[in-house]
C-alpha cells in the first residue's frame, strides 16, 4: 500500500530538481528521501525518477503520479483539518449581536442548529451603530445588521459581510384610510402621504428612515415626525389609533393587527437587505474561524426558511 510520505517525496524533488533539495524542503535526510522514492518503483514496478549529475526529473511515470499523489495529499490535508476543526467545535463559543427583529425571527432556529454541533452562542440585541461598532472593534465574533440599497455600512476592511436576506418594507396606514384599498403601494402614492404624520426610528441615522426622507425630499418636501421609537409594537398601536403612519419591515408583521392595514412599496428602495458581517483572525488570509463558518451557514439556512414561509404565507 501507497505511504502518504512516498508522495510528499515526490512532490518535493519535482518542485526542488534534486533528492538533495527535496530533503531540505522537507527537513528530512537524503536517505530517507531515497528510501520512500525506492519503496514506491517498488510497488509500482517502475522508475519514477531519472537522475543526472545535474539534478532529477520525474520520467513520464512518475508525472502521472504526481498527478494524482497531489489530489491525494490535499484530500489527506483536508481530511485531518476538517476532523480538527470538528475537535475544536465542542470548547467554543461565539459572541453575536443582532438586532430585534432579527432575534425575534431566526436565535431560536441559529442557535438549535449550531447546538447541535457543540457550538453556544452568547448572544447581544443592539441597534446597527452599535453593532458596526462592536464588529469593527472585535468584539463580536458576527453580527446580524441591516441596511437599505444605496447605503453602505461603515465596515472596517477587515470585516467581510455577505447578504443573507431582502426584507420588503411595508407600509402600515389605519383601516379606512384612502390609500388601504390598494393592493400595493407605488412611489407616487407614497409621495402623496406627504402632509401625514410619520414614525420615526429613534436613531437620526436610521436606513430605512433615511430612504423615506430621501424619496421626499426628492420632491421638495419635508415629513412631520410625530414620534420616535424603536419599538414596532408602539408604530402599529399609533398607527391603529389614527395618529400617524409608518414603515415597517416585513419580518416584524408576523401577526395579525387589528385596525391596521399593511401594503407592500412597489420600488426597489424599499427593501431592508440584512447581511452577517464577520471578522477574521487572519488578515491576509481572510477566513473565519470553523464556528463562524458553522454560524454563518446556520444564519443563511434560517433566512432560507423565512423566505419559504413568507412564500407560502402569500
Not at 220 to 247: K, P, S
Amino acid at each position: 500500500m501507497a505511504d502518504l510520505r512516498q508522495f510528499e517525496a515526490l512532490k518535493a524533488v519535482h518542485a526542488e530538481g534534486s533528492v538533495t533539495a527535496a530533503a531540505r524542503r522537507l527537513g528530512w535526510g537524503q536517505p530517507t528521501v531515497d528510501y520512500h522514492l525506492k519503496n514506491l518503483e517498488r510497488l509500482i514496478g517502475s522508475p519514477v525518477l531519472t537522475r543526472s549529475p545535474r539534478g532529477s526529473r520525474l520520467t513520464p511515470v512518475g508525472m502521472l503520479l504526481l498527478d494524482r499523489a497531489q489530489e491525494i495529499l490535499t484530500l489527506s490535508e483536508r481530511a485531518i483539518g476538517d476532523a480538527r476543526e470538528f475537535t475544536e467545535l465542542g470548547r467554543v463559543r461565539l459572541r453575536l449581536g443582532t438586532f430585534a427583529t432579527a432575534a425575534a425571527s431566526i436565535l431560536p432556529f441559529i442557535a438549535a442548529s449550531i447546538g447541535d454541533l457543540g457550538i453556544g452562542i452568547d448572544a447581544t440585541v443592539e441597534e446597527v451603530p452599535t453593532l458596526v461598532d462592536q464588529i469593527n472593534r472585535g468584539a463580536l465574533d458576527a453580527a446580524l445588521v441591516f441596511t437599505v440599497p444605496g447605503y453602505e455600512l461603515p465596515f472596517r476592511p477587515t470585516v467581510d459581510a455577505m447578504e443573507v436576506y431582502r426584507d420588503p418594507l411595508m407600509l402600515a396606514l389605519p383601516a379606512g384610510h384612502p390609500l388601504a384599498s390598494r393592493p400595493a403601494i407605488d412611489l407616487a402614492a407614497l409621495l402623496s402621504l406627504r402632509d401625514e404624520r410619520w414614525v420615526f426610528a429613534t436613531s437620526a441615522d436610521d436606513a430605512i428612515d433615511r430612504v423615506l426622507t430621501d424619496a421626499f425630499a426628492a420632491e421638495g418636501h419635508v415629513l412631520d415626525v410625530a414620534i420616535r421609537t424603536d419599538d414596532f409594537q408602539v408604530l402599529l398601536g399609533m398607527t391603529a389609533a389614527r395618529m400617524v403612519v409608518g414603515i415597517i419591515p416585513s419580518l416584524a408583521t408576523t401577526a395579525e393587527h387589528p385596525g391596521i392595514v399593511l401594503r407592500p412599496i412597489n420600488d426597489p428602495s424599499f427593501v431592508r437587505s440584512i447581511l452577517v458581517a464577520t471578522t477574521s483572525p487572519d488578515e491576509a488570509g481572510r477566513r473565519p474561524s470553523p464556528a463562524v463558518r458553522h454560524l454563518v451557514a446556520a444564519v443563511r439556512d434560517g433566512f432560507a426558511a423565512v423566505r419559504v414561509g413568507a412564500g407560502a404565507s402569500v
